[in-house]
């Protein structure tokens, strides 16, 4: 048996469907998934067996014009993990074709991309009709040479299955990375915080949810298999500190509620998880809360 493994980036401009492809594509939820831009922070990593191949997706931070240190890291993170990858690929949102933005990726790809696999893959093409596909297509290709291009909804799996197949071939022959039933590279610390940050910024609204950061504290087995899980909110401002406990802690319920489903689910087991909402203006400054997202936090610097 000849068995291939290899890491595959999945680029793109925020809200593009990186992270809706990369759990369909593992067959479970390993990144957060919401309606707001730049939600993912971490560079999160699933795994997926394509017949006798190792699919292991880097799934980067959306791409976008940096204002803050943490901006700055989050585009550092995701080229970063664009250049260590064996595979490269560039998703486009149908509806939208090529914007300011994917122009400016676009002209980034021309300085990694040169001699890697890069394919294309353009999302959510339910949106729009067949012409204006063809048009894209075809204009993308002229401003790149993409080794293949695919049209996909990510969301409703439609031409998945084909890059996914297309991705087993295209990865390097050699031993697998991972043992064959694991799902994802992060502690589940990691993706339990990520699961309530979710669920944070699915209820809040404007700049604040990106103000604020989830970690698991700890994490306790207890004899009965269920785990006891303690997280923190922190948040940057006390005004803030209200915002995320609610009216008569409303919000906080019904954020606690809707994770603990969740990881129980995940799991397949019984989860007590208990939430506290901390102040600490600077974390946004701190390199700790940087290494807790997977980021470095050198990297957003000026």
Same mark, same amino acid.
């Given at each position: 048996?000849?068995?291939?493994? !290899?890491?595959?980036?999945?680029? !793109?401009?925020? %809200? ?6 990369? %759990? ?36 980067? =931070? ?52 040169? !001699? ?6 353009? %999302? ?6 067949? =012409? ?22 990510? *969301?409703?799996?439609? !031409?998945? *299955? ?12 050699? =031993? ?124 957003? %610097?000026?």
């Amino acid at each position: 048996m000849i068995t291939r493994a !290899g890491f595959i980036a999945l680029i !793109g401009e925020p %809200n593009a469907g990186k992270s809706t492809l990369l %759990n369909t594509m593992v067959g479970a939820k390993v990144s957060i998934v919401t309606h707001k831009v730049q939600t993912t922070r971490a560079r999160i990593r699933g795994v997926a067996m394509e017949g006798d191949s190792q699919l292991v997706f880097v799934d980067t =931070p959306g791409l976008f014009q940096p204002r803050r240190r943490l901006d700055r890291a989050m585009v550092a993170a995701a080229w970063g993990g664009a250049a260590d990858a064996d595979v490269i690929v560039l998703m486009i949102e149908a509806h939208r074709g090529v914007t300011a933005g994917v122009e400016r990726i676009l002209s980034q790809l021309a300085e990694i991309g040169e !001699g890697r696999t890069v394919a294309l893959a353009i %999302n959510k093409i339910d949106r729009v009709e067949a =012409p204006v596909l063809l048009g894209l297509t075809k204009d993308l290709n002229e401003r790149f040479e993409f080794v293949e291009t695919f049209m996909i909804s990510a *969301e409703k799996g439609h !031409g998945v *299955e084909t890059l996914r197949q297309w991705l087993a071939e295209h990865v390097p022959e050699g =031993p697998w990375l991972y043992p064959e039933d694991q799902i994802a590279d992060l502690p589940m610390r990691m993706i339990a915080a990520e699961m309530t940050r979710e669920k944070l910024t699915l209820r809040l609204h404007q700049e604040l949810p990106y103000q604020l950061t989830v970690e698991t504290e700890a994490w306790e087995e207890r004899k009965d298999g269920s785990a006891k899980v303690d997280q923190i909110i922190y948040v940057s401002r006390d005004g803030h500190k209200g915002i995320v406990l609610g009216h008569r802690g409303e919000t906080i319920k019904a954020v606690s509620k809707a994770a603990r489903e969740e990881l129980a689910e995940f799991l397949g087991r019984k989860v007590h998880l208990f939430l506290q909402v901390k102040v600490r203006e600077k974390w946004l400054e701190e390199a700790e809360r940087y290494d807790q997202m997977g980021l470095d936090f050198k990297d957003g %610097n000026a």
